[in-house]
C-alpha cells in the first residue's frame, strides 16, 4: 500500500485509498444510529493496513497540534469500538494520558463509563473515526462531564455531514474533522473512481450545516 507522504494531496490521497481498502461500500445498510443509508464506510479496516494507519494516526496528531494545541487538553479519550485504535496510538504518539469510554455503565467496581484516570477539572480531547449524528460523541461528551472533566473539542477523521456538528456545537463541543465525506466524494468522481450515480447517493445524504 502506497504511504501517504506529499502533505499538499494528503486528502486526496486518503480519499482513493479508502476505496482501494474497500472501506467505502454502497448498498442498504443500517447504521449503528439505527438510520438507514445507501453507503457506508468502515474504517475499522484501516488498522489492518499498518503503512495507512501510522499515516492517518501521524495526520490526526498534526490537526490536533494546528487546530487545538496540545497545551489546551490534559488527556485523550477514545470512543468504542472504532474509535479506540486511533486514539490509543494518537495518545501515545503525542505523549498524552489515555482514557476510553465504555458502552454502558460498568456495574462493579466504581460503575464508571470512563476508564483511566480522571481528575476532576482535567481537559479531555475526544477521538472518533466518523461522526454521522453526533449522538455517540456527545453522550461521551456528557460522561466525562459527569465525572469532572472538560470537554471542548473532539476529532474524527470523517464526518458524514448528516448534522452531527450542529449537534455537537450545541453541547458545547467544537468538531474538527480531517475529511469530510463531500470531499471524498468529489475526489473520487473526479478521478473516476466512482460514477455520477454513486456521487448524487453520497450528495443526497449530506444535511446543510
Do not use: W
Request: with cysteine; charged share 30%; net charge positive.
Amino acid at each position: 500500500m502506497k504511504k501517504i507522504t506529499n502533505s499538499l494531496d494528503k486528502k486526496d490521497e486518503m480519499a482513493n485509498i479508502l476505496l482501494k481498502i474497500d472501506a467505502l461500500k454502497f448498498g442498504v445498510f443500517k447504521l449503528s444510529t439505527g438510520k438507514a443509508s445507501p453507503y457506508y464506510i468502515d474504517l475499522r479496516v484501516i488498522p489492518s493496513f499498518p503503512d495507512v494507519f501510522s499515516e492517518i494516526c501521524e495526520f490526526y496528531a498534526k490537526t490536533i497540534m494546528a487546530e487545538i494545541g496540545l497545551k489546551n487538553f490534559v488527556r485523550i479519550a477514545g470512543i468504542p469500538i472504532a474509535g479506540i485504535p486511533f486514539s490509543s496510538q494518537i495518545a501515545y504518539n503525542l505523549k498524552k494520558p489515555f482514557l476510553y469510554m465504555r458502552k454502558g455503565v460498568h456495574l462493579s467496581g466504581r460503575e464508571r463509563r470512563v476508564e483511566g484516570i480522571l481528575v476532576s477539572g482535567d481537559r479531555v480531547l475526544l477521538i472518533d473515526d466518523l461522526l454521522t449524528t453526533g449522538s455517540t460523541l456527545k453522550k461521551a461528551a456528557d460522561a466525562v462531564r459527569a465525572e469532572g472533566g472538560v470537554v471542548t473539542d473532539a476529532v474524527v477523521f470523517l464526518d458524514r455531514e448528516e448534522g452531527g456538528r450542529n449537534l455537537l456545537e450545541k453541547t458545547g463541543v467544537t468538531l474538527h474533522s480531517i475529511l469530510r465525506i463531500s470531499e471524498i466524494a468529489n475526489k473520487l468522481y473526479e478521478i473516476g473512481a466512482i460514477d455520477q450515480d454513486s456521487l448524487k447517493t453520497i450528495r443526497k445524504q449530506i444535511k446543510k450545516q
